[in-house]
């Protein structure tokens, strides 16, 4: 079993960074996949980015293409995500999540990830 906990978030101005970590307990973390997803009020919960167990693949949302990168540590158990260029529309809880077994074609899906983490928020202002 693994347990996760998000850290990171804050409030910060249209065009700023920042990081978000994920750290998770439990031995077998390394062999996890891993994904974060955000929900933002009155919407669903959404695919942000999702990255294989030994990082060598990584996925990611068109929203955030080219300006977020997942990335992991499985020596510190923790997971991250940076964030750049941040826009208004990106303001949302951001959660991570883990599983043990995540086919590439549906690691976009939340129904495919067993364990959440508390989620952290990000909101940026315009």
């Known amino acids: 079993q693994v347990q996760l906990v998000e850290s990171g978030g804050g409030l910060v101005q249209a065009g700023d960074s920042l990081r978000l970590s994920c750290a998770a307990s439990?031995?077998?973390?390394?062999?996890?996949?891993m994904g974060w997803f955000r929900q933002a009020p009155g919407k669903e919960r959404e695919f942000v980015a999702a990255?294989?167990?030994?990082?060598?693949?990584?996925y990611y949302a068109d929203s955030v293409k080219g300006r977020f990168t997942i990335s992991r540590d499985n020596a510190k158990n923790t997971m991250y995500l940076q964030m750049n260029s941040l826009k208004p529309e990106d303001t949302a809880v951001y959660y991570c999540?883990?599983?043990?077994?995540?086919?590439?074609?549906?690691?976009?899906?939340?129904?495919?990830?067993?364990?959440w983490g508390q989620g952290t928020q990000v909101t940026v202002s315009s």
């Open positions: 990255i294989s167990w030994n990082g060598g693949r990584t």
């Open positions: 999540a883990a599983d043990p077994l995540v086919a590439p074609s549906k690691m976009s899906s939340a129904y495919e990830y067993d364990y």
């Open positions: 439990g031995r077998t973390f390394s062999s996890y996949v």
